[in-house]
């Protein structure tokens, strides 16, 4: 609490930003034998007062508060990777989340945290790991969101999750691949190679986001009657995009293998795609 009006006091932006680095770097000072558990009581109270303050706040103070939840977040990020994002560490970091920002109670943290969650949790994730990132660990670390659209009540809540979180996977965070043809250049096999694993690596990644989602809409318990629809909707988006990079898989991995029924597929995939996009924001 006394951290949280420090920055309730300080002024000027630069002193504003300093301080909020300063804060969010203590989760790296613990050490001893109870390093983890410390950090992460770190983080766990640091939720709990920024969610019992918060209606306290006025519009002027907003923005500090902003940029030092970012920062906080960075800085988990940072955590999990000096730990080598091991699922230990992955899963009791997640554990924190969904009891503090992305909790499905919305009397017990203020709708405000858990939509700028949302909006900065790709990003700060990309500036500490950029694009080598993924499988498992990624969708480990994704699964507080995953557990609100099953469980929220919200329309409101799960329309942003897909926009800040589920739509920028499928667009612009993971890097797209680009197919290799008999029209471009001559393409030596290390660099037809290294294709095929970035291509590889990210359409694993839309199928197991997929079976996830799957998963969580075919659950017995725990998932909400009204969620099942919309979870369905957008395992099969997840699944289109994972049957189209494993087509440019294997015109990479075959450079004289024309695009053809690649680009022929792509399309109705992508008209799919529109009327899907469409589903979604109806039952959200």
Known sequence: RGLFY??????????????????????????????????????????????????????????????LMRCILKESFQWLKNRNFDEFSISSYTAVLTKGPLTAAALTTPRAITFHTCDAFLDELHDVVGNNFGGQQLLLLLQPFLLLLSTTDEKVLRKKVVDSVLEPLLTRWLPKPTATTTTTTTTTSAEVDSDAEEIEQFATDLGDFADSLFSLASARSGTREECRRFLYTM?????????????????????????????????SNEEEDTAAAATTTTTT
Do not use: C, M
Request: charge should be positive; aromatic fraction near 12%; glycine fraction near 2%.
């Open 6 to 67: 420090a920055v309730w006091l300080s002024d000027k932006p630069l002193v504003q930003q300093e301080l909020s680095l300063k804060v969010a770097q203590l989760v790296h000072v613990f050490d001893g034998d109870f390093a983890t558990t410390n950090a992460l009581n770190f983080l766990r109270i640091f939720y709990s007062t920024l969610a019992r303050e918060w209606r306290g706040l006025d519009d002027l103070r907003l923005d500090k508060y902003f940029f």
């Open 235 to 267: 395992s099969a988006r997840f699944r289109r995009a994972h049957q189209k990079y494993e087509r440019q898989l294997q015109v990479a991995t075959n450079p004289t293998t024309t695009t053809t029924a690649v680009d022929s597929s792509s399309s």
